[in-house]
């Protein structure tokens, strides 16, 4: 079975912070991982996503995050935070080729201190 | 691109009654689309998976017969609540994609529809 656990339900930073949002996952085969961000009254937007190939992905908007297999993390980092950078983001795992069968993490609202 | 859109976007109804939510891909196609349920401080749950002009695929506690779905074009599928209660209020959220094969490469998702029941 899958499963994604996400560190942290609220996390805030200072404008020009490094941005840290952790998650981690459960799964039988070599997972397919995905980052998506929410914002208010809008619907879940790709910010990247891992299919087994570089272990370093680089996503929208500055973000990127790593694949750790031996730390079973997916970790999602920005060097410097931005007031717009304010959202939820949610962590997904799927354990198919691609996304057809997304489990979700509960999701981590981002703050941003000016 | 590849926008998706929900139509109501909150909605409000009396328990027995039943309640129909629209998901719209705007500018594509949508081969698959997917319905989420998502309750206060918890993850999405995938309730079902349909693909234009099939029958959706439940997931397992899913009550089909509560939770009719309907894909009957390739840029609409929708989800009528039927005799709604108290605890069926959530908010609903769709997502469409195209698919490669049977591989879907991106889920496109909408906005939501916040469902009370009282």
Not at chain 1, 7 to 33: D, F, K, Q, T, W
Not at chain 1, 66 to 88: C, G, I, Q, R, V
Not at chain 2, 22 to 38: G, K, V
Request: with cysteine.
């Amino acid at each position: 079975a899958q499963s994604v656990t996400q560190l942290g339900s609220h996390v805030s930073v200072s404008e020009g912070a490094l941005v840290l949002l952790r998650c981690n996952y459960s799964s039988s085969v070599p997972p397919y991982l995905f980052w998506y961000v929410q914002y208010p009254n809008q619907g879940l937007q790709l910010l990247l996503k891992y299919t087994s190939a570089a272990t370093l992905v680089k996503g929208i908007n500055g973000f990127e995050a790593e694949f750790k297999k031996s730390e079973t993390s997916f970790h999602l980092t920005k060097p410097s935070a931005h007031m717009s950078d304010a959202a939820e983001y949610f962590c997904a795992v799927s354990e198919f080729s691609g996304a057809n069968n997304l489990f979700f993490g509960t999701g981590t609202r981002l703050t941003v201190i000016p | 691109g590849a926008v998706v859109s929900q139509h109501p976007s909150r909605v409000i109804c009396k328990s027995g009654t039943s309640v129909k939510i629209e998901c719209r891909s705007l500018d594509f196609q949508a081969t698959t689309m997917f319905w989420y349920r998502q309750f206060p401080k918890q993850s999405l749950m995938l309730m079902a998976t349909s693909n234009e002009g099939s029958k959706a695929t439940y997931e397992q506690g899913v009550e089909k017969d509560k939770f009719l779905i309907n894909h009957a074009s390739l840029t609409l599928s929708t989800l009528t609540v039927t005799s709604a209660h108290p605890e069926d209020s959530s908010f609903y959220i769709c997502s469409a994609a195209t698919d490669s094969g049977q591989v879907v490469e991106t889920q496109y998702f909408g906005p939501g529809t916040r469902l009370l029941v009282l």
